[in-house]
């Protein structure tokens, strides 16, 4: 069995119940975890530690019995049932419950956060240059700057890195395979299975100039978006060295 | 010795530290958290090398390549705005501008005491309680759920002595699932909650700071002395075994971090329970009430840096 953590409206997440599905895989999305009319709990004791969620049909699925998770998006309540203070509150508990779920599920999981990667998640890349520039890459001038419409053109390149595969939105830039060590060293470091990074070029050569941890498939030309697909799917199911597994 | 001071000046163990690294060591280089959208500002055209910008505030100017560390304590942008110090309305431009110099000094080569990345482990008490049974320590059974079956099950196992609290780093007082909390259950599934086996004991704190431990014991009629009267909370100094040193060493670096405080329930048996550890611990009072050189240590360890 394998899990969606997303919405199950979700375009991206079809997509990868389907591929899952039509590999013979069974796949569940959930939307509410931790969340009514979801349940999830994580147990912890000397002996052992359960991680467990009910699916939308109220069963209950064991850490144990999943073999991958996809972290698609973490969805919240609705906020206008509530007041701003106890949705704050509701929020951050959801998700301080949903950090230690991830990291107690023995399975495979894309991507596995840690506190830390996931509240830098939005950063921008200046919060990231010690760590790029350490893994061998370099952070853009540009970067983190507004571009106003008219202004300066950038030569930007997109790639989804999913394990060990880079994959390109519809062309890559000259000296792409300089960045595919890095950007696995970057991963290791982080924890992280699944990348999305930008790229700008500037004097000969690629510059970091953004990065995100969720990927972004419609940013992608459809050819793109359809090897992400596979790729993931390949990458959860294939027990790839590579896959963050829990530690 | 350039030490970049960052936290808020409505916080008095800031301005504790503060006073105490003027008095002792000179000129410090403040930006007051409360005020990060209107006391500084970074220069960053007049160099295309990072270690050349430079922070400008009111009365210094400091080149990011010369911080030899920083220390941070950020409380969260919503201080200002709750302790009635800036307006509500201004609060977006207040927490773009924090983001900012968040992101700025998370990039910083320098030692900073402590990340906000690494300091983020707070905000998953669960994540922490996991890393914590994972280097050793002993743990008090835990449920986190929003499922009210498994909580009254979890209830019934521990014979009704439970303790919830938050699941994550929201203050919220612990308290007992005693008849009336029991009764509230139904408003579980609405949020997700952390249920701890009741570990009858005291509570002790230890302070790691770089490599150094200090433990404190705390005595109190509630259950979370936080809550209780201060003069009702006995605090004294506390002899830590070596092991538990060892532990406090070992996760606070597995963290990433320089400072911490980790709370323990420590048992007649001395039996030491592991609850969780606190970036950003407040130890001001307990140095007044204990005398141990919490501030002293701290300072000494920035110093280091020099």
Known sequence: ?247 | MKLLFLGHGSDPVCNYLRQAWSTSRGAIYFLDLDWIDRCCKLDRDSSRTERSWSIEATNWQLKLGDISAVFLRFLGVDRAIRSGIRLATEKAGLEAAANLWMDLLEGLECPIVNRLSVSNSNHSKLFQLLQMKANGFLVPDTLVTNDIGLAKAFSARHSGRVVFKSASGARARAQLLDEHNYERLHLLSDCPTQFQQFIPGSDVRVHVIGNQCFGLQIESAELDYRYAPRDLVLIKTCPLPKTIQDQCRRITHAFGLYLSGIDFRVTSKQEWYGLEVNPAPAFTDYQRQTGQPLAATLLNFLAEFG
């Open chain 1, 1 to 247: 069995m394998f899990l969606i953590i997303g919405r199950p409206e979700d375009s991206f997440c079809q997509a990868i119940q389907s591929h899952l599905q039509a590999g013979n895989h069974e796949c569940r999305i959930i939307g509410e975890l931790f969340q009514v009319p979801g349940s999830a709990a994580v147990g912890v004791s000397r002996s052992e530690v359960l991680a467990q969620c009910k699916d939308v049909k109220g069963d209950w699925l064991h850490g144990n019995d999943l073999q991958g998770v996809y972290v698609r998006e973490l969805v919240y309540p609705e906020a206008s049932v509530w007041t701003a203070e106890d949705y704050r509150y509701v929020s951050q508990e959801i998700t301080g419950a949903f950090l230690g779920w991830t990291a107690a599920l023995p399975c495979p999981v894309l991507n596995r956060y840690e506190p830390r990667t996931w509240y830098m998640r939005f950063s921008s890349v200046l919060a990231w240059r010690m760590i790029v520039r350490r893994c061998g890459l370099e952070v853009s001038d540009r970067a983190g700057e507004e571009i106003a419409p008219g202004g300066h053109q950038l030569r930007l390149y997109r790639a989804a890195v999913i394990g060990d595969d880079l994959v390109w939105d519809l062309f890559p830039p000259l000296d792409h395979e300089k960045l595919v060590s890095p950007l696995r060293r970057f991963m290791n470091l982080n924890s992280l299975s699944l990348l999305e990074a930008v790229f700008n070029f500037e004097q000969d050569h690629c510059c970091l100039y953004s990065i995100a941890f969720e990927l972004s498939p419609w940013q992608f030309s459809p050819h793109a978006r359809q090897e992400i697909t596979s790729k993931l799917v390949a990458l959860l199911t294939g027990g790839s060295p590579t896959v963050n597994r829990a530690k």
